[in-house]
């Protein structure tokens, strides 16, 4: 019961952000305030192309979390059936009498 909270509080987390990625990649003006914004022109950088990029890397940081994730829970479930099948043992699949 433990992993399935830790997955869906990873799941909700994965989902703020790839919603706020889309969001702020799809925002025109940037989401800053106007000091932010005059001093990131002031610098010579494009503040649409910052925000974007910002975006990108949190889409990304939010894919390799999950990848990472994906890869544990391969992991576990691998671990888990090797454990049965050395015990001999087998799981009833679902629908079976037997």
């Given at each position: 019961m433990r992993h399935s909270r830790t997955f869906e509080?990873?799941?909700?987390?994965?989902?703020?952000?790839?919603?706020l990625a889309v969001a702020l990649m799809g925002a025109d003006p940037p989401l800053g305030s106007p000091v932010s914004v005059r001093l990131a022109l002031a610098a010579g950088a494009d503040p649409v192309a910052e925000q974007r990029l910002g975006?990108?890397?949190?889409w990304a940081?939010?894919?390799?979390i999950a990848l990472i994730a994906i890869a544990i829970a391969?992991?576990?479930w691998w671990r888990?059936?090797?454990?049965?099948?050395?015990a001999g043992t087998t799981v009833p699949m679902?629908?079976?009498t037997s």
């Open positions: 509080g990873l799941g909700v987390f994965l989902l703020y952000c790839a919603l975006a990108g890397i949190l940081g939010g894919d390799l391969c992991y576990r888990a059936d090797t454990a049965f099948s050395r679902v629908g079976t």
